[in-house]
C-alpha cells in the first residue's frame, strides 16, 4: 500500500506536466516531429537533416475542422533555415513629409527653393505585396522588394501659378491676386529592391526587432499632376493638368522597429523640369506602421 502512494505521488505531477505542455518534439526515423497547440489552431511540422542543418518538409494545420498542409522545397542555391524570422521592411501603410528642391537631396538655399516656388507637402502610402528571402547561411543579411501605392501632394508659394510650357513647367507671378490653396496632386507606384541587415535575427522572437536596409526604388508616375490654384479673395479657381516625367528613381534608408517603419527617401531623377532649366527633385521622410504585425504575424524566410 505504501509502494503504491508513493508511485501515484510520483506519477501524478508528471500527469500534470503533461496536460499543460502543448509543444512537442519527436525525433523517428531521422525527422523531427514538431508538434504545437493552442486555442487557435493544432500545427504539426516535420524538419528533415539538410547538411547539418534543420529544413522544413512539410507543415499541417487543423484550424476550425479543416486541414491545411504545406510542402516546403529546399534550395541548393539559396540558404534555407526555416527557423529565422523577420520584421517587414516595409509598412503596410505610411504618411511623410515631403518637399521639393532643386538639388538632390534638398539641400539647398532659400533662392534655389523659390526658383520652383515650393512649400513643403506630404504623401500617404500603402504596402500591397512584400517578399523577404535571406542571402547568407546566417540569414542576417536579406533581400526584400514589394509594390507600393503612393499619393503625393506638393504645395507652392501662394504668389506663383503654375502651368506648362510644352513639357515644362512655367510660373506665372499672381503677388496681386495670391492664392488661399496652391498645390498639384499625383498618384504613384514604387517597387523597391532593398538590402536589409537584421542584426537581432535568430536572438529572439520579440515584439521589437531591429532592421536596417537601403535600396534603389524605381517608380512609376500616372498621368498628369491634378493641379489646383484657388484665389484668396476673388476670381475663379484655377484647375489645370500638368506634365511631369513618369519615371523616378529613388534611394531608400529604412529603419525597422518591430511594426514601426522610418524611411528616408532621396529622389534621383526629377519630377519636373521648368522654362528656365530648373530641375525640381523630391525628398521624403516617413513613418508607418506594419498592421500584420501588430497582432504577432511575422514574415518567414524565404516568403513572398
Not at 511540422?45 to 547538411?51: K, L
Request: net charge neutral; proline share 5%.
Amino acid at each position: 500500500m505504501r509502494k503504491t502512494i508513493i508511485i501515484l505521488a510520483l506519477v501524478m505531477p508528471l500527469g500534470l506536466m503533461a496536460v499543460e505542455v502543448t509543444d512537442t518534439t519527436i525525433v523517428y526515423n531521422g525527422k523531427q516531429f514538431f508538434i504545437s497547440d493552442d486555442p487557435v489552431e493544432t500545427r504539426i511540422s516535420v524538419y528533415t537533416q539538410d547538411s547539418n542543418q534543420l529544413t522544413k518538409a512539410s507543415e499541417t494545420k487543423f484550424v476550425n475542422n479543416q486541414e491545411v498542409e504545406r510542402i516546403y522545397v529546399s534550395s541548393p542555391i539559396l540558404p534555407t533555415n526555416s527557423s529565422l524570422s523577420y520584421s517587414s521592411m516595409h509598412p503596410t501603410i505610411w504618411l511623410g513629409s515631403k518637399s521639393l528642391s532643386t538639388n538632390i537631396g534638398n539641400k539647398e538655399s532659400t533662392t534655389s527653393k523659390e526658383g520652383i516656388h515650393a512649400r513643403g507637402g506630404f504623401e500617404i502610402g500603402i504596402t500591397t505585396a512584400e517578399g523577404i528571402l535571406p542571402i547568407n547561411k546566417r540569414g542576417n543579411f536579406l533581400f526584400s522588394t514589394a509594390i507600393q501605392m503612393v499619393y503625393n501632394k506638393h504645395s507652392f508659394q501662394n504668389s506663383a501659378l503654375l502651368a506648362n510650357d510644352g513639357h515644362h513647367i512655367a510660373f506665372e507671378d499672381h503677388t496681386n491676386a495670391p492664392a488661399s490653396a496652391n498645390y498639384m496632386s499625383y498618384a504613384s507606384m514604387r517597387v523597391p529592391f532593398m538590402l536589409g541587415y537584421a542584426p537581432t535575427v535568430n536572438w529572439s522572437t520579440d515584439w521589437l526587432d531591429t532592421q536596417f536596409g537601403i535600396g534603389i526604388v524605381p517608380e512609376y508616375r500616372f498621368g498628369k499632376a491634378r493641379y489646383m490654384f484657388e484665389p484668396e479673395a476673388f476670381g475663379n479657381p484655377v484647375e489645370r493638368k500638368l506634365n511631369l516625367y513618369h519615371w523616378g528613381m529613388n534611394v531608400d534608408f529604412n529603419m525597422v522597429l518591430g511594426p514601426v517603419k522610418f524611411c528616408a527617401s532621396i529622389d534621383l531623377l526629377p519630377l519636373f523640369k521648368t522654362t528656365d532649366g530648373k530641375k525640381a527633385y523630391c525628398s521624403s521622410l516617413n513613418f508607418g506602421i506594419n498592421i500584420g504585425e501588430l497582432f504577432g504575424k511575422r514574415s518567414q524566410n524565404g516568403s513572398f
